[in-house]
Protein backbone atom coordinates (compact mmCIF):
# COMPACT_ATOMS: atom_id res chain seq x y z
CA UNK A 1 0.00 0.00 0.00
CA UNK A 2 1.39 3.69 -0.98
CA UNK A 3 2.09 5.51 1.87
CA UNK A 4 3.62 9.42 2.19
CA UNK A 5 6.34 10.69 1.14
CA UNK A 6 10.25 10.15 2.99
CA UNK A 7 10.46 14.06 3.03
CA UNK A 8 7.66 14.31 5.40
CA UNK A 9 8.54 11.15 7.45
CA UNK A 10 10.32 13.13 10.16
CA UNK A 11 7.39 15.26 10.80
CA UNK A 12 5.36 14.29 13.59
CA UNK A 13 2.09 16.56 15.27
CA UNK A 14 3.12 19.68 15.77
CA UNK A 15 3.57 20.47 19.48
CA UNK A 16 1.03 23.12 19.36
CA UNK A 17 -1.87 20.67 18.26
CA UNK A 18 -0.54 18.30 20.59
CA UNK A 19 -0.96 20.60 23.51
CA UNK A 20 -4.19 22.00 22.17
CA UNK A 21 -6.29 18.88 22.01
CA UNK A 22 -5.04 17.91 25.75
CA UNK A 23 -5.68 20.85 27.18
CA UNK A 24 -9.44 20.86 25.52
CA UNK A 25 -9.63 17.39 26.77
CA UNK A 26 -9.08 18.39 30.55
CA UNK A 27 -11.04 21.96 30.15
CA UNK A 28 -7.78 23.60 30.98
CA UNK A 29 -6.84 27.57 30.29
CA UNK A 30 -4.64 27.46 27.49
CA UNK A 31 -1.77 29.19 27.66
CA UNK A 32 -0.09 27.54 24.93
CA UNK A 33 -0.25 28.79 21.24
CA UNK A 34 0.13 32.18 20.47
CA UNK A 35 -3.78 32.56 20.24
CA UNK A 36 -5.46 35.65 21.15
CA UNK A 37 -9.02 35.35 22.66
CA UNK A 38 -9.37 38.69 21.71
CA UNK A 39 -10.45 40.35 18.40
CA UNK A 40 -7.91 43.35 16.81
CA UNK A 41 -9.37 46.84 16.26
CA UNK A 42 -13.06 47.10 14.93
CA UNK A 43 -11.63 49.36 12.15
CA UNK A 44 -10.04 46.44 10.30
CA UNK A 45 -13.15 44.61 11.06
CA UNK A 46 -15.26 46.96 9.15
CA UNK A 47 -12.72 47.20 5.98
CA UNK A 48 -12.99 43.82 5.83
CA UNK A 49 -16.94 43.45 5.93
CA UNK A 50 -16.76 46.50 3.50
CA UNK A 51 -13.86 44.58 1.41
CA UNK A 52 -16.81 41.46 1.12
CA UNK A 53 -19.09 44.19 0.08
CA UNK A 54 -17.35 45.73 -2.06
CA UNK A 55 -18.30 43.10 -5.13
CA UNK A 56 -14.11 43.82 -6.06
CA UNK A 57 -12.53 41.80 -3.70
CA UNK A 58 -14.14 38.00 -4.05
CA UNK A 59 -11.99 36.70 -6.68
CA UNK A 60 -8.28 36.00 -6.60
CA UNK A 61 -6.18 38.84 -5.53
CA UNK A 62 -2.85 39.86 -7.52
CA UNK A 63 -0.29 36.60 -6.90
CA UNK A 64 2.23 39.68 -5.78
CA UNK A 65 -0.57 40.68 -3.23
CA UNK A 66 -2.73 43.73 -3.94
CA UNK A 67 -0.61 46.61 -4.67
CA UNK A 68 -2.81 48.91 -1.54
CA UNK A 69 -1.21 46.67 0.71
CA UNK A 70 2.44 46.20 -0.46
CA UNK A 71 2.95 50.04 -0.73
CA UNK A 72 1.70 49.94 2.97
CA UNK A 73 3.66 47.64 3.91
CA UNK A 74 6.68 50.01 2.46
CA UNK A 75 5.70 53.00 4.00
CA UNK A 76 5.81 51.38 7.37
CA UNK A 77 9.13 49.84 6.93
CA UNK A 78 10.20 53.58 5.10
CA UNK A 79 8.38 55.09 8.64
CA UNK A 80 9.98 53.09 11.02
CA UNK A 81 12.92 51.87 10.20
CA UNK A 82 14.06 54.20 6.91
CA UNK A 83 14.47 51.44 4.66
CA UNK A 84 13.39 52.30 0.98
CA UNK A 85 11.38 49.51 -0.14
CA UNK A 86 10.14 49.06 -3.59
CA UNK A 87 6.71 48.24 -3.21
CA UNK A 88 5.86 46.78 -6.65
CA UNK A 89 9.08 44.37 -6.80
CA UNK A 90 10.41 43.99 -3.00
CA UNK A 91 6.65 43.22 -1.35
CA UNK A 92 4.67 40.05 -1.77
CA UNK A 93 2.30 39.29 0.26
CA UNK A 94 1.89 35.40 1.54
CA UNK A 95 -0.62 33.46 3.80
CA UNK A 96 1.09 33.89 6.93
CA UNK A 97 4.21 34.23 8.09
CA UNK A 98 4.57 30.56 7.97
CA UNK A 99 3.74 30.68 4.39
CA UNK A 100 6.49 33.49 4.51
CA UNK A 101 9.16 31.80 5.82
CA UNK A 102 8.24 28.08 3.44
CA UNK A 103 8.74 30.03 0.64
CA UNK A 104 11.82 32.30 1.58
CA UNK A 105 13.70 28.85 2.39
CA UNK A 106 12.58 27.46 -0.87
CA UNK A 107 13.18 29.96 -3.06
CA UNK A 108 16.65 30.84 -1.43
CA UNK A 109 18.12 27.84 -0.51
CA UNK A 110 19.32 25.17 -2.76
CA UNK A 111 19.92 21.53 -2.04
CA UNK A 112 23.05 20.67 0.03
CA UNK A 113 23.50 24.33 1.72
CA UNK A 114 23.68 25.06 5.00
CA UNK A 115 21.38 27.16 7.14
CA UNK A 116 21.49 28.22 10.59
CA UNK A 117 19.15 28.74 13.19
CA UNK A 118 19.55 29.99 16.28
CA UNK A 119 17.65 28.06 19.22
CA UNK A 120 15.36 27.30 20.03
CA UNK A 121 13.05 28.31 17.11
CA UNK A 122 9.51 28.55 15.90
CA UNK A 123 9.08 24.88 14.56
CA UNK A 124 8.38 25.41 11.07
CA UNK A 125 11.98 26.34 10.64
CA UNK A 126 13.98 22.74 10.85
CA UNK A 127 11.13 21.13 8.58
CA UNK A 128 11.20 23.71 5.48
CA UNK A 129 15.11 23.50 5.78
CA UNK A 130 15.02 19.60 5.45
CA UNK A 131 12.35 19.94 2.54
CA UNK A 132 14.63 22.07 0.73
CA UNK A 133 17.41 19.55 1.03
CA UNK A 134 19.27 21.56 3.31
CA UNK A 135 21.69 21.11 6.33
CA UNK A 136 20.20 23.03 9.58
CA UNK A 137 23.26 23.91 11.65
CA UNK A 138 21.80 24.87 15.14
CA UNK A 139 23.23 27.69 17.69
CA UNK A 140 21.95 27.75 21.18
CA UNK A 141 20.35 30.75 22.81
CA UNK A 142 21.11 30.03 26.62
CA UNK A 143 19.04 31.02 29.79
CA UNK A 144 18.46 33.26 32.24
CA UNK A 145 19.78 35.83 29.51
CA UNK A 146 19.02 33.75 26.74
CA UNK A 147 21.88 34.62 25.02
CA UNK A 148 24.20 32.87 21.95
CA UNK A 149 28.01 32.18 22.56
CA UNK A 150 29.69 34.59 20.03
CA UNK A 151 32.49 31.61 19.23
CA UNK A 152 29.51 29.13 19.01
CA UNK A 153 27.87 31.74 16.77
CA UNK A 154 31.00 32.30 14.37
CA UNK A 155 32.04 28.04 14.30
CA UNK A 156 28.56 27.83 12.59
CA UNK A 157 29.53 29.82 9.72
CA UNK A 158 31.79 27.93 6.68
CA UNK A 159 31.70 28.57 3.07
CA UNK A 160 28.78 26.06 2.84
CA UNK A 161 26.51 28.36 4.90
CA UNK A 162 23.77 30.04 2.18
CA UNK A 163 21.24 31.35 5.18
CA UNK A 164 20.88 32.43 8.46
CA UNK A 165 16.98 32.21 9.93
CA UNK A 166 16.71 34.87 12.58
CA UNK A 167 14.21 35.61 14.49
CA UNK A 168 13.91 39.03 16.85
CA UNK A 169 11.69 39.87 18.96
CA UNK A 170 11.83 36.49 19.96
CA UNK A 171 9.40 33.40 20.32
CA UNK A 172 9.67 31.63 22.54
CA UNK A 173 12.24 33.33 24.67
CA UNK A 174 11.01 37.01 24.57
CA UNK A 175 15.02 38.37 23.74
CA UNK A 176 15.48 41.23 21.45
CA UNK A 177 18.56 41.16 19.95
CA UNK A 178 21.02 43.87 20.71
CA UNK A 179 22.96 45.56 17.69
CA UNK A 180 25.64 44.19 19.13
CA UNK A 181 24.46 40.99 18.42
CA UNK A 182 22.84 42.19 15.49
CA UNK A 183 26.34 43.42 14.24
CA UNK A 184 28.13 40.32 14.64
CA UNK A 185 25.78 38.14 12.87
CA UNK A 186 26.06 41.18 9.93
CA UNK A 187 29.54 40.75 10.11
CA UNK A 188 29.37 36.90 9.84
CA UNK A 189 26.93 37.34 6.91
CA UNK A 190 28.95 39.46 4.97
CA UNK A 191 32.27 37.73 5.48
CA UNK A 192 30.72 34.50 4.40
CA UNK A 193 28.61 36.01 1.40
CA UNK A 194 25.13 34.39 3.56
CA UNK A 195 21.66 35.65 3.19
CA UNK A 196 19.41 36.42 6.09
CA UNK A 197 15.68 35.19 6.43
CA UNK A 198 14.41 37.93 9.17
CA UNK A 199 11.26 36.50 11.13
CA UNK A 200 10.43 40.23 12.81
CA UNK A 201 6.34 39.51 13.05
CA UNK A 202 6.56 40.80 16.77
CA UNK A 203 8.38 44.04 15.84
CA UNK A 204 5.87 45.93 17.50
CA UNK A 205 5.79 44.22 20.69
CA UNK A 206 8.69 45.56 23.16
CA UNK A 207 8.77 46.77 26.43
CA UNK A 208 10.62 48.53 29.10
CA UNK A 209 13.76 50.08 27.32
CA UNK A 210 14.01 47.49 24.45
CA UNK A 211 14.38 48.63 20.85
CA UNK A 212 13.88 46.58 17.43
CA UNK A 213 16.33 46.76 14.77
CA UNK A 214 15.89 45.07 11.76
CA UNK A 215 19.17 43.59 10.70
CA UNK A 216 18.24 44.94 7.01
CA UNK A 217 18.84 48.22 8.39
CA UNK A 218 22.31 47.49 9.48
CA UNK A 219 25.17 48.41 6.47
CA UNK A 220 25.32 46.36 3.46
CA UNK A 221 22.43 43.83 5.16
CA UNK A 222 19.32 45.11 2.94
CA UNK A 223 20.70 43.71 -0.46
CA UNK A 224 21.23 40.28 1.32
CA UNK A 225 17.92 40.30 3.67
CA UNK A 226 14.58 39.47 3.59
CA UNK A 227 12.31 40.74 6.15
CA UNK A 228 9.00 38.73 7.37
CA UNK A 229 6.21 40.27 8.80
CA UNK A 230 2.24 39.10 10.13
CA UNK A 231 -0.81 40.71 10.29
CA UNK A 232 -1.84 38.41 13.09
CA UNK A 233 0.87 39.73 15.42
CA UNK A 234 0.97 43.66 13.92
CA UNK A 235 -3.06 43.72 14.46
CA UNK A 236 -3.97 40.46 16.39
CA UNK A 237 -5.71 39.10 13.90
CA UNK A 238 -4.20 35.49 13.27
CA UNK A 239 -7.20 33.97 11.60
CA UNK A 240 -6.30 35.81 8.89
CA UNK A 241 -3.60 34.21 7.65
CA UNK A 242 -2.22 38.01 6.49
CA UNK A 243 1.80 38.04 6.25
CA UNK A 244 4.47 39.35 3.64
CA UNK A 245 8.16 39.00 2.60
CA UNK A 246 10.08 42.13 1.84
CA UNK A 247 13.57 42.80 0.74
CA UNK A 248 15.51 43.99 -2.22
CA UNK A 249 13.48 42.85 -5.77
CA UNK A 250 16.74 40.28 -6.66
CA UNK A 251 15.88 38.18 -3.38
CA UNK A 252 11.64 38.81 -3.05
CA UNK A 253 11.97 37.37 -6.65
CA UNK A 254 13.34 33.95 -5.54
CA UNK A 255 10.89 33.93 -2.50
CA UNK A 256 8.53 35.26 -5.74
CA UNK A 257 8.68 32.07 -8.07
CA UNK A 258 8.51 29.59 -4.58
CA UNK A 259 4.97 31.72 -3.10
CA UNK A 260 3.45 31.20 -7.04
CA UNK A 261 3.12 27.84 -6.88
CA UNK A 262 2.27 27.20 -2.99
CA UNK A 263 -0.49 29.87 -2.49
CA UNK A 264 -0.47 31.28 -5.95
CA UNK A 265 -2.49 34.66 -4.15
CA UNK A 266 -3.32 35.47 -0.89
CA UNK A 267 -7.06 36.01 1.04
CA UNK A 268 -8.24 39.32 -1.54
CA UNK A 269 -10.59 40.86 1.52
CA UNK A 270 -8.61 40.45 4.29
CA UNK A 271 -5.38 42.09 2.37
CA UNK A 272 -7.57 45.03 1.80
CA UNK A 273 -8.29 45.49 5.60
CA UNK A 274 -5.23 44.95 6.83
CA UNK A 275 -4.10 48.29 4.07
CA UNK A 276 -6.31 50.07 6.06
CA UNK A 277 -5.29 48.23 9.69
CA UNK A 278 -1.64 49.98 8.26
CA UNK A 279 -3.27 53.37 7.63
CA UNK A 280 -5.08 53.39 10.76
CA UNK A 281 -1.77 52.80 12.91
CA UNK A 282 0.15 55.20 11.42
CA UNK A 283 -3.19 57.96 11.71
CA UNK A 284 -3.62 57.52 15.01
CA UNK A 285 -1.82 55.86 18.50
CA UNK A 286 -2.73 52.76 17.81
CA UNK A 287 1.03 50.90 17.85
CA UNK A 288 1.43 52.77 21.36
CA UNK A 289 -1.96 51.60 23.01
CA UNK A 290 -1.17 47.95 21.41
CA UNK A 291 2.11 47.93 23.70
CA UNK A 292 0.62 49.43 26.39
CA UNK A 293 -2.00 46.86 26.30
CA UNK A 294 0.80 44.06 26.50
CA UNK A 295 2.32 45.34 28.87
CA UNK A 296 0.00 45.12 31.19
CA UNK A 297 -0.71 41.72 30.42
CA UNK A 298 2.76 40.94 30.53
CA UNK A 299 2.67 42.06 34.55
CA UNK A 300 -0.72 39.59 34.84
CA UNK A 301 1.50 36.50 33.70
CA UNK A 302 4.80 37.75 35.36
CA UNK A 303 3.04 38.16 38.51
CA UNK A 304 0.74 34.94 38.16
CA UNK A 305 4.16 32.63 37.84
CA UNK A 306 6.15 34.48 40.38
CA UNK A 307 3.53 33.80 42.54
CA UNK A 308 3.38 30.20 41.59
CA UNK A 309 7.20 29.74 43.02
CA UNK A 310 8.58 29.79 38.92
CA UNK A 311 11.15 31.84 38.42
CA UNK A 312 10.53 34.53 34.89
CA UNK A 313 12.74 37.15 34.02
CA UNK A 314 10.60 39.96 32.16
CA UNK A 315 10.36 39.32 28.47
CA UNK A 316 11.03 42.38 26.23
CA UNK A 317 9.34 41.41 23.17
CA UNK A 318 6.52 38.99 22.13
CA UNK A 319 3.25 37.84 24.09
CA UNK A 320 5.68 34.94 25.56
CA UNK A 321 7.38 34.43 29.09
CA UNK A 322 9.60 31.41 29.85
CA UNK A 323 9.22 30.72 33.07
CA UNK A 324 11.84 27.62 35.19
CA UNK A 325 9.47 25.33 37.25
CA UNK A 326 12.61 23.55 38.79
CA UNK A 327 11.93 24.62 42.33
CA UNK A 328 8.17 23.44 42.47
CA UNK A 329 8.22 20.33 40.02
CA UNK A 330 11.21 17.70 39.41
CA UNK A 331 10.56 15.53 35.92
CA UNK A 332 11.64 17.60 32.48
CA UNK A 333 9.02 20.40 30.57
CA UNK A 334 7.07 17.43 28.79
CA UNK A 335 6.20 16.12 32.43
CA UNK A 336 5.87 19.44 33.61
CA UNK A 337 3.55 20.11 31.64
CA UNK A 338 0.97 17.10 31.24
CA UNK A 339 0.93 17.67 35.05
CA UNK A 340 -0.21 21.49 34.80
CA UNK A 341 -2.65 20.15 32.22
CA UNK A 342 -4.17 17.13 34.12
CA UNK A 343 -3.54 18.51 37.80
CA UNK A 344 -3.25 21.98 37.57
CA UNK A 345 -5.55 22.83 34.79
CA UNK A 346 -3.08 25.20 32.81
CA UNK A 347 -1.78 24.48 29.35
CA UNK A 348 1.62 25.55 28.36
CA UNK A 349 4.23 24.80 25.86
CA UNK A 350 7.41 22.38 26.53
CA UNK A 351 10.32 24.50 25.10
CA UNK A 352 12.35 21.38 24.33
CA UNK A 353 10.58 20.85 21.28
CA UNK A 354 11.70 24.27 19.50
CA UNK A 355 15.39 22.87 20.51
CA UNK A 356 17.56 20.15 18.84
CA UNK A 357 17.96 17.13 20.36
CA UNK A 358 21.60 17.82 21.13
CA UNK A 359 20.64 20.91 22.95
CA UNK A 360 16.93 19.88 24.40
CA UNK A 361 18.24 19.36 27.49
CA UNK A 362 19.07 23.77 27.88
CA UNK A 363 15.33 24.07 28.27
CA UNK A 364 14.47 21.01 30.18
CA UNK A 365 13.24 22.88 33.38
CA UNK A 366 11.78 25.96 31.50
CA UNK A 367 8.37 26.12 29.96
CA UNK A 368 6.64 28.85 27.29
CA UNK A 369 3.65 31.13 29.01
CA UNK A 370 1.42 32.67 26.01
CA UNK A 371 0.07 36.08 27.61
CA UNK A 372 -2.40 37.11 24.81
CA UNK A 373 -4.93 36.37 26.55
CA UNK A 374 -7.65 38.43 28.12
CA UNK A 375 -7.14 39.47 31.68
CA UNK A 376 -10.01 37.39 33.51
CA UNK A 377 -8.19 33.74 31.36
CA UNK A 378 -4.80 35.31 32.88
CA UNK A 379 -6.37 35.96 36.37
CA UNK A 380 -7.86 32.50 36.11
CA UNK A 381 -4.54 30.74 35.28
CA UNK A 382 -2.63 33.10 37.71
CA UNK A 383 -5.72 31.16 40.27
CA UNK A 384 -4.79 27.68 39.55
CA UNK A 385 -0.94 27.88 39.11
CA UNK A 386 -0.88 29.27 42.94
CA UNK A 387 -1.42 25.20 43.00
CA UNK A 388 2.35 25.18 42.30
CA UNK A 389 3.47 26.69 44.84
CA UNK A 390 0.97 25.00 48.00
Not at 26 to 50: K, M, S, W, Y
Not at 225 to 236: D, E, L, Q, R, Y
Request: hydrophobic content about 40%.
Amino acid sequence: MPKYAKRVEPFGTTIFTEINTLAQQHNATNLGQGRPDFDGPQELIQAAVEALNSGQANQYAPALGVFELRQAIAEHAAYFYNLAVDPEKGVIVTAGATEGIFSSVMGLVDAGDEVIIIEPFFDSYVPNVLMAGAKPVFVPLRPPAWTFDPDELKKAFNPKTRAIILNTPHNPTGRVFTHEELSLIAELCLKYDVLVISDEVYEHLIFDDAKHIPIASLPNMFERTVTIGSAGKTFGMTGWKIGWVYGHPDLVQGVWRAHQFVTFATNHPTQLAVAAGFRYGMSSSYYEDYQALYDHKRQLIMDGLSNAGLKVSAPKGTYFAMADFSEVFDGDDVAFVRYLIEEIGVACIPPTAFFSPEHGAIASKQARFSFCKDDETLEIAAEKLAKLKA
